[in-house]
C-alpha cells in the first residue's frame, strides 16, 4: 500500500509564549471570531478578554510564527479554577492547517499546565468546528456538562481530560 504524498512539504514554526494584547497575537483571535461568527452567528468577542487571563506563571498564551514570521497559530490556557485550567483562543490558520500545528499548540499547553500543577485541562467548542473537535477528541478530551452559564448544549461542547 502506498502512502498519498504531500501536495506541500511540512512547514516548520517557531512557538513563543505572548502577550495576549500584543498586536500579532490579536490578528489571530479576530480571525477565529470572524470564523465563529460565520458558523454559528454569534462568538465571544475576543477583545472582551483581559491580557492578564494569559500572565504567567499562572497562566499562558502562545503565538506560532511561520518561518515567513507571519503568526501562523495562537492558544492559551487560564486558570479555572485550583485544579483546571481552560484553553482558549485555539486558531490555526487555514493555510497551516493539516500540518499538526494545532496537536503541537495543545500539548504545550497541557504541559505547561501540568508542570504547573493543574490535573484538569477543559474547554469549549461548537459542533460545527468538526476539526477542533476531532483534535481533542483524539488527544483524549470526554464531553462533559457545559460549564459555563448560557450556553447552548445543542451548539457548544464542553471536553475535559486528566492531565
Given amino acids: 500500500m502506498t502512502r498519498p504524498t504531500r501536495t506541500q512539504p511540512p512547514r516548520s514554526w517557531t512557538v513563543t509564549p505572548a502577550r495576549y494584547d500584543n ?10 471570531h470572524a470564523t465563529q461568527l460565520e ?8 477583545t472582551a478578554t483581559p491580557a492578564e487571563d494569559y500572565t504567567p506563571p499562572q497562566d499562558l498564551f ?37 500540518q499538526s500545528l494545532g496537536r503541537e499548540l ?4 497541557e504541559t505547561d499546565a501540568r508542570l504547573r ?19 481533542y477528541q483524539q488527544s483524549g478530551y470526554l464531553r462533559i456538562t457545559p460549564y459555563q452559564p448560557g450556553r447552548n448544549p445543542q451548539i457548544n461542547r464542553a471536553l475535559r481530560k486528566a492531565l
Fill in 106 to 109: 495543545l500539548l504545550r499547553l
Fill in 23 to 32: 498586536a500579532d497575537v490579536q490578528q489571530l483571535p479576530r480571525q477565529l
Fill in 62 to 98: 502562545l503565538l506560532a510564527w511561520e518561518v515567513t514570521a507571519r503568526p501562523t497559530g495562537c492558544g492559551g490556557w487560564r486558570t479555572l479554577n485550583a485544579t483546571t485550567a481552560e484553553v482558549k483562543r485555539m486558531y490555526v490558520h487555514p493555510d497551516a492547517r493539516g
Fill in 39 to 46: 458558523m454559528y452567528g454569534y462568538a465571544d468577542d475576543p
Fill in 117 to 135: 500543577g493543574y490535573t484538569h485541562m477543559q474547554l469549549e467548542t461548537g459542533v460545527a468546528n468538526v476539526a477542533a473537535l476531532s483534535l
